[in-house]
């Protein structure tokens, strides 16, 4: 507690003297790079609609753009990698030319240690695995390998993009220490050199390029000895969805670190899924680490936007071979966002920090042509019981899940009512997230009752036709017909399919009792 006082005096003594001093302009953005971060793990979006958002982006003062392509980049020497959804490497390069010409920095975002399940899946990578059954990370200690494979994904991504960066991710290597290599290096010189010896060869990759490597700073920030060494040309990314500052470990120790530092919020991000977007904390989470960024000094700001949590769910072929890969928790479309995206675009223009209030009574005026009441019913509506449920049961609240059904129902009525004058698509988003957030709540409340102690098999007959009113095909099609522009159709038919598998597994279970 004496740390983060003695840190908050500091940051305040900090910001008077740049005040004094003239240094803060008001005027300007307070911003050099000023990002937005996509994730296309997922939710691949068609080309069209990459441009719109580009256009969208660029028009509100962004001029970095973070691709997170992952399988959807088609990587010449590496076949093996691209999925079913790659751009061709035409549509790439045109792309970015139109991101030239919005004067739109696009950095590629190729992930170099963890999360990497999308090629280590692979037969071919294999022997660059921390482990055999989860193939989500890459061995440090397997440095050859790992040297050459980056080299060659890196070369052929600066034969697309112009950017003066890369990001190389770096983020939650949940397998450090994982093997026994690793476990060896460990006792020898300690987990925060083991951790940092493999991302200074990878900056030192990318330096040689002519680049300058950008990563997560979320392990550096929990082993700060993995700073000692990195070419200086490295940038961290400090992201901070609404915690602590001092979350992964000592902040002071990356602000004393000398490297350049860039922050980043988020629009989607846990537990944000299929069935529950926190409306109100990614508003507090601009308002609150927006401000802050600027105040410590940050060059630059990064909104990030997670189509899914990055973990996957492996579907075994045998004990050793992974036929396939779910990602675990997937979001609404970014489709359903503007809102949000064009908070954080108003939060970057000043070094103020955004009033939320009037910043949504204002867009929903222009965007939606709403008066001052129909606002404060909308925004109750979305922001209603913003609670996971897990195990069955509410998270953080006293309520049951009946109570919040009830004001789910009510959140839907409310905006069903309120009559949008202009962008009603836009709107409909809104209308559909409830919906879809109602279809869960009431398939949660059936499994809970079907998994009583009291229930047995003719009492369980009766939820049949109430997981069959859940089951129709209704919002599947308005997902379909609202977001069939952003997402591909394959995609969309695996997110219907994978947005109600529990009733269709429960209802399946269930009709063999009849």
């Known amino acids: ?54 256009l969208q982006l660029s028009k509100g003062g962004i001029n970095t753009l973070v691709m997170e392509w992952e399988g959807t980049y088609p990587f010449q020497d590496e076949p093996m990698i691209p999925n079913r959804f790659a751009y061709t490497r035409t549509e790439v390069k045109d792309f970015i030319a139109y991101c030239d010409s919005l004067s739109l920095d696009v950095v590629p975002l190729q992930q170099s240690f963890g999360h990497v399940e999308y090629i280590l899946r692979h037969p071919k990578y294999k022997d660059l695995r921390e482990d055999q059954k ?67 060869m990878i900056c030192e990759i990318v330096v040689g390029l002519g680049k300058r490597p950008v990563l997560w700073a979320d392990i550096a920030l929990k082993y700060p000895e993995a700073l000692v060494g990195l070419p200086k040309e490295t940038i961290f990314i400090d992201w901070n969805y609404g915690w602590d500052i ?33 409306w109100g904390k990614h508003f507090k989470n601009i308002t609150d680490f927006v401000p802050m960024a600027n105040d410590l000094g940050y060059k630059g ?64 005026r222009e965007q939606y042509g709403l008066d001052k009441n129909s606002t404060r019913q909308f925004w109750q509506a979305i922001s209603a019981v913003p609670y996971e449920i897990t195990q069955g049961k509410p998270v953080g609240t006293a309520l049951t899940i009946d109570q919040m059904i009830d004001s789910t129902k009510y959140s839907l009525k409310v905006l069903q009512e309120i009559r949008p004058k202009k962008n009603e698509k836009e709107f409909e988003h809104y ?42 095909a209704a919002l599947d099609e308005k997902f379909t017909a609202l977001n069939s522009h952003v997402m591909y159709p394959g995609e969309i038919a ?14 399946a279970r269930l009709k063999r009792l009849k």
């Not at 093997?179 to 020898?188: G, H, N, P, V």
């Not at 470990?249 to 980043?264: C, N, P, R, T, V």
């Not at 047995?456 to 009113?469: P, R, Y």
């Open 494 to 507: 695996q997110e219907n399919e994978l947005r109600n598998a529990k009733i269709s597994v429960l209802l």
């Open 431 to 472: 209308r559909l997230m409830a919906a879809i957030r109602l279809q869960y709540l009431s398939y949660q409340s059936i499994e809970a009752r079907a998994n009583s102690p009291e229930m047995n098999a003719d009492k369980l007959k009766a939820l049949i036709s109430e997981l069959e009113i859940l089951s129709t």
């Open 246 to 278: 001092n979350m992964f470990g000592d902040h002071q120790k990356l602000m004393q670190s000398g490297f350049e530092i860039w922050g980043a919020p988020s629009i989607r991000s846990h537990p944000d899924n299929f069935f529950l977007t926190q």
């Open 1 to 54: 507690m004496m740390k983060r006082s003695v840190f908050l005096m500091v940051l305040m003594t900090i910001i008077c003297i740049r005040v004094q001093a003239g240094d803060v302009d008001s005027s300007k953005p307070p911003f050099q790079v000023r990002g937005f971060h996509l994730d296309l793990r997922i939710q691949a979006i068609p080309m069209d609609a990459l441009r719109n958002l580009a």
């Open 301 to 364: 700001i990064i909104m990030t936007s997670w189509s899914t949590s990055g973990l996957y769910s492996p579907v075994f072929e045998t004990t050793r071979d992974i036929a396939e890969l779910y990602p675990i928790r997937r979001v609404y479309p970014i489709s359903g966002f503007n809102m949000l995206i064009s908070a954080f675009q108003q939060s970057i223009k000043s070094a103020k920090p955004l009033n939320s209030d009037n910043f949504i009574t204002q867009y929903c």
């Open 134 to 200: 989860d193939y989500s990370q890459v061995n440090p200690l397997r440095e050859k390998e790992a040297r050459k494979l980056f080299t060659a994904l890196y070369r052929d991504l600066i034969s697309t993009h112009h950017s003066p960066y890369i990001h190389i991710g770096g983020d939650e290597t949940y397998l450090l220490g994982h093997s026994e290599e690793s476990k060896e290096k460990i006792k020898a010189v300690g987990i925060g050199r083991l951790y940092g010896d493999y991302i200074k």
